[in-house]
């Protein structure tokens, strides 16, 4: 495989699941770890994504001042937060994590609505901040300089003393067999504990992360209520995730 071959895969890797791992992408390319290493920092010198430790994450998901930049599909996942906070009501406990679908979704959230927002993610209470009437409680913790959401056992210990009507969950990959899965232990601990603390799980997603998994398990796809992707809820892609008595949006 030509060198421009395995660097637009590892930029469409990194632009759909925001993060990957260096072993993860050698082994999808059958190269050495010591190749892909070289080319993520050819791509990082190139300003195309951010190397850190161990792998690579996408600029626009490595953001620390809250402004919009090189967000990938950013339209799709507008559509997706439009649909999502039609789920919302004046009252509701809220739980949030992180990524850069709920980040869009917190940002449409309507500053009349009324609710209690808890979340471990960084960028999302910033999104928080222009709305007076909903109360947002930052789930605290060690943060993770990649992900920006806090992890650890403060933050779960914390997560398990609520219940909330609704958790908009996070999605990296989702697939019917092996359900909702990362790439990132602590990361699946929170997530985890996200699920235990609340009433209704809903998977905000992009339809290229259907169908494709990581190494570590979060759920299975029966523990998901709700589905909301770009596609409509008819779409031939979303039928077997019909199936399993998963309300599509």
Known sequence: ??????????????????????????????VSADTIRRD??????????KKVHGGAISLGFNNYNGVVNNIYSLDKKTQIAKKAIQLLKDGQVVLISG???????????PPRLKLTCFTPSLQ????????PHI??????GKLSNNSQITVGGVAISMLSQIKSDICFLGTNSIDLEEGI???????????????????KIVSP???????????????????????????????????????KKITIL
């Open 40 to 49: 993520i920092k050819v791509l990082h010198d190139d300003k195309k994504l």
């Open 181 to 199: 899965t990362e790439f990132d232990w602590e990361i699946v601990q929170i997530k985890k504990a996200m699920i235990k603390a609340s009433k």
């Open 124 to 131: 999302v209470a910033i999104q928080m901040l222009n709305k």
């Open 99 to 109: 990524g850069t679908t709920n980040v869009e979704i917190a940002k449409l959230i």
């Open 205 to 243: 997603s992009i339809s290229e992360k259907l169908n494709s998994v990581q190494r570590y398990k979060i759920c299975q796809i029966e523990d998901i209520d709700i589905l909301i992707t770009e596609l409509e809820p008819s779409d031939e892609k979303l039928r077997k995730f019909a199936n």
């Open 1 to 30: 495989m030509l060198k421009e071959e395995r660097h637009q895969i590892i930029l469409n890797e990194v632009r759909i699941h925001n993060r990957v791992l260096l072993t993860d992408i050698a082994d999808l390319l059958n």
């Open 135 to 140: 109360e947002t409680i930052f789930i605290g």
